[in-house]
């Protein structure tokens, strides 16, 4: 499913909703546990996991070049928030009974060429975050990623 997308300012909010069939602690270990977080988000590592911590970005790309992302807010198995560029994303986990909800919330205070990408990206992200959740390991599926930044092109020429 799309994210909702909103006008904020200059720039957007967007809103992804995923249910998945497992417990919160199960998917707050895949959103927060290195060897997992790997498998569905490689660029991303844990440094110090706690409100005012830091997670690094690493460009996996042989330069060896990475930067530290502030966390904005954070409650265990609960909220997991951070910088993102000029923005930020945050993870909300809500137990139901069956499982969970995850929401995920972008801010992206100015759109730019890269904002499709990166919704995309995300989109895409959190199609191989349920794989991993399902015992299923992936790559990045480019062709799945180019469908959806098209769909986000869309969108985001929608929002002006």
């Known amino acids: ?19 998945f069939n497992h417990s919160v602690e199960k998917v707050w270990g895949a959103l927060t546990e290195n060897d997992k ?3 569905w988000m490689s660029n991303l590592e ?13 460009f996996n790309d042989e330069s060896g070049k ?20 000029d923005g930020w994303v945050r993870f909300e986990l809500y137990p139901d009974k069956d499982g969970c909800s995850l929401v995920l919330t972008e801010s992206i205070p100015e759109l730019n060429q890269h904002t499709s990408k990166d919704l995309a990206g995300w989109h895409v992200c959190l199609d191989m975050l349920r794989a991993v959740l399902a015992g299923r390991a992936m790559d990045f599926p480019m062709d799945v990623w180019e469908r959806w930044h098209e769909e986000y092109i869309r969108a985001v020429k929608r929002m002006g």
């Open 1 to 19: 499913m799309q994210a909702a997308i909103e006008k904020e300012g200059i720039g957007i909010i967007a809103r992804f909703e995923r249910r």
């Open 37 to 39: 977080l790997e498998k």
């Open 46 to 58: 844990m440094k110090d996991l706690r409100k005012g911590g830091n997670i690094q970005f690493n």
């Open 66 to 85: 990475s930067f530290d992302m502030k966390i904005r807010d954070f409650r265990e198995r609960a909220v997991l928030g951070y910088e993102w560029g």
